[in-house]
């Protein structure tokens, strides 16, 4: 399991306007690697420059050991692109399009086959403007595919899209991982980068303000677990004495425990222990958005 | 070598989906050629109007077939190429092409070539139409006008594509396509007689880049003759288009 992107001290400056201050990530062999940032963090300047289609003011990046300052073209033959704010002509056919594409890689694959694959056979006539947003995303999907690339970058799937198609969208994203590549997934949707990635980069102002899991950035991050449960006897303050909980609280039947760690396990064990089988226990969990908001003192939307 | 034939082949596609681009490079010459060729007919004006000839004294449907042909290269590289261009980078198109290693000069060779195929089944249909149904007579030299044609369209499709490059969007290049095309009609040839034009228009298609190509297209059909001048001018404009295109050329 090698590295197969390294991006070191990126820097990017517009004029006297820095969109990427300092930004360095590692992206591993088969893995989704998320940035995650909101509008106008440098997600796109970041990997728009990590496929060579922007040039740096600064820092070190290899990508499949190339360069992509100096090695764009052979890059590109090898990544899969879907760009953010790039669309096909209006009046461009899907099949048009995948004959297209596939005609641009050396040896390019059979279309058809491509178009079976991503399920758009039965669009195949069907002009790119008359296409709904998910079957766009198919289509960029595919096209972003069609050159088998190793490393494949996405930039903003589902903005946009309705809550259905989005779930289509993530299901394609999980597709093109297992069809054996990298991914590189750019998003301001904390769920999305949740549920896809396997690592992932919070980026705001330029920087990277954290790495790694969202389960151990949620466990870094995330603060306090809150464990909730309701019951009809007066008395739990045996949980209190728990390791991990820090305060407990009730109102009414509602019983609130706040705590760290493994403290839904213990608390549950616990009250099996005293004879409590509350059928409603659970845990509040942290989410990305809450590591964002500790991280920056900002909401993701803002 | 292939992708740049299916390029070419799907952006011909593209372009004859655009009814704008096929209005103004199919129908309106056309149209036109009708207009004014019924209202002028296709006597030779012999100076009887007190020693001034218009039309150089060729009959005005022979003057004005060449010109349309002429007005059909100018339809597909004012009016289609530019916008067309301008629309493929403000929406992304080009950042798409790119990502997927098209080259600068395969699209705009692709550009080239479809915007020459547009004008020559503009022109084509033109002919196929005015022979017919006008009293035009055959070009006298129609070899040379056949090279005068594919030079004329070369390049003044090359000076579309610069168009479409230096403008910032689809709406400004349209415009601009739009206002060029009819300037052009207006004082290169193809509209009233030369001859009657005001000073200051005349002054004006002097410099159009479409007169030389107009010029070059008639010169063979109505005397056999080469346009040397004319010729010159048209190479100088492609050349300098293709050129400046080039270095000019953004992706986004
Ligand atoms: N070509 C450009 N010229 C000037 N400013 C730009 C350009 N591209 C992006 N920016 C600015 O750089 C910042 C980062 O943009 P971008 O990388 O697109 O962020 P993100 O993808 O995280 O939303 C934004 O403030 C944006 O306005
Ligand atoms: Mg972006």
């Known amino acids: 399991m090698g590295s197969v992107i390294s991006v070191e001290h990126l820097r990017k400056t517009y004029g006297s306007f820095v969109a990427v201050d300092d930004i360095s990530f590692e992206v591993e062999e088969g893995e989704i690697f998320g940035l995650l940032g909101p509008n106008g963090a440098g997600k796109t300047t970041s990997v728009e420059i990590t496929q060579g289609l922007r040039v740096p003011d600064g820092g070190d990046i290899r990508v499949l050991g190339l360069d992509p300052r100096t090695q764009a073209t052979q890059l590109r033959r090898l990544v899969g692109s879907q760009l953010q704010e790039s669309a096909l002509p209006g009046r461009l056919k899907v099949w048009e399009a995948l004959d ?23 669009k195949a006539s069907a002009s ?52 054996g590549a990298t991914l590189v997934l750019v998003t301001h949707f904390m769920d999305e980068a949740e549920q896809l990635c396997d690592r992932l980069a919070i980026v705001d102002g330029g920087r990277v303000v954290a790495g790694g899991s969202p389960q151990s950035l949620i466990a870094e991050y995330g603060g306090d677990l809150q464990v909730n449960f309701s019951t009809d006897r007066p008395d739990v303050s045996f949980l209190e004495a728990i390791e991990w909980v ?57 | 070598m292939t992708s740049l034939l299916k390029m070419t082949w799907v952006e011909t596609k593209l372009f004859l989906r655009e009814p704008v681009t096929v209005l103004f490079t199919f129908a309106l010459p056309l149209m036109v050629l009708y207009v004014l060729g019924g209202v002028f007919g296709n006597e030779g004006d012999t100076g009887g109007n007190g020693g001034f000839v218009v039309y150089g004294g060729y009959g005005p449907t022979n003057w004005y077939t060449p ?73 006298v030299s129609a070899g040379l006008f056949l090279i005068a044609f594919v030079l004329g369209a070369v390049c003044f499709s090359a000076f579309g594509i610069l168009v479409g490059t230096v403008l910032p969007t689809a709406r400004a290049a349209q415009s601009a396509g739009l206002l060029l095309w009819f300037l052009f009609m207006f004082v290169s040839g193809a509209g009233p007689p030369p001859e009657v034009l005001p000073e200051s228009l005349a002054a004006i298609g002097e410099y159009a880049p479409l007169t030389p190509v107009i010029k070059m297209l008639q010169e063979p059909w109505l005397s056999g003759e080469w346009a040397v001048g004319p010729s010159v001018a048209v190479l100088a404009i492609g050349v300098v288009s293709a050129g400046a295109a080039y270095f000019l050329f953004k992706w986004e």
């Open chain 2, 67 to 139: 010109a349309y042909v002429g007005l059909a290269i100018a339809g597909v590289a004012m009016i289609g190429v530019p916008a067309h261009i301008a629309e493929y980078r403000e929406r992304g198109v080009l950042r798409r092409l790119r990502a997927s290693s098209v080259s600068r000069t395969g699209f705009l060779s692709a550009q080239l070539i479809v915007s020459f195929f547009i004008a020559a089944i503009g022109s084509v249909l033109l002919l196929a139409v005015a022979f017919p149904s006008t009293e035009v007579d055959t070009p």
């Open chain 1, 100 to 122: 297209l594409f596939a005609s641009l890689v050396p040896g390019g694959p059979e279309w058809r086959e491509v178009m079976e694959r991503w399920s758009l056979t039965e």
């Open chain 1, 246 to 302: 820090d305060s407990v609280s009730r109102r009414g039947p509602h019983v609130v425990v706040v705590g760290r760690g493994p403290v839904l396990a213990l608390v549950g064990a616990e009250l099996v222990r005293n004879g409590i089988v509350p059928t409603d226990l659970r845990v509040q969990q942290a989410t990305l958005e809450d590591v964002f908001l500790r991280l920056t003192g900002r909401g993701l939307g803002e």
């Open chain 1, 128 to 179: 790119f403007s008359s296409l709904s947003g998910g079957q766009r995303q198919r289509l960029l999907v595919a096209l972003a595919v069609v050159n088998e690339p190793r490393v494949v970058f996405l930039d903003e799937m589902t903005t946009g899209l309705d809550p259905a198609a989005r779930r289509a969208t993530w299901q394609l994203i999980e597709a093109v991982r297992d069809g």
